[in-house]
């Protein structure tokens, strides 16, 4: 059971951390997009889709993370 609970942390940091980078790559992108339309920066419907996947996808990636854990070592 500690694997489990090891890959479980592990998937949660991961998941958190892509949840961060695409954040931050497409606020980068809809900032340059402003500056080059010269209008306010915002996410448009695509980035905050992609977001929400990612998101979701982080969800679930503890879980699996701790039953790979489980399988592999445990």
Do not use: C, N, Q
């Amino acid at each position: 059971m500690e694997e489990a609970i090891k890959g479980a942390v592990l998937g949660g940091v991961i998941g958190i951390v892509l949840v961060v980078l695409e954040y931050l790559m497409l606020s980068k992108d809809a900032k340059e997009r402003a500056v080059k339309l010269h209008r306010k920066p915002e996410l448009d419907d695509v980035a905050r889709l992609r977001i929400k996947t990612i998101a979701r996808f982080a969800f679930v990636l503890p879980l699996l993370f701790g039953a790979g854990f489980w399988l592999i070592w445990g």
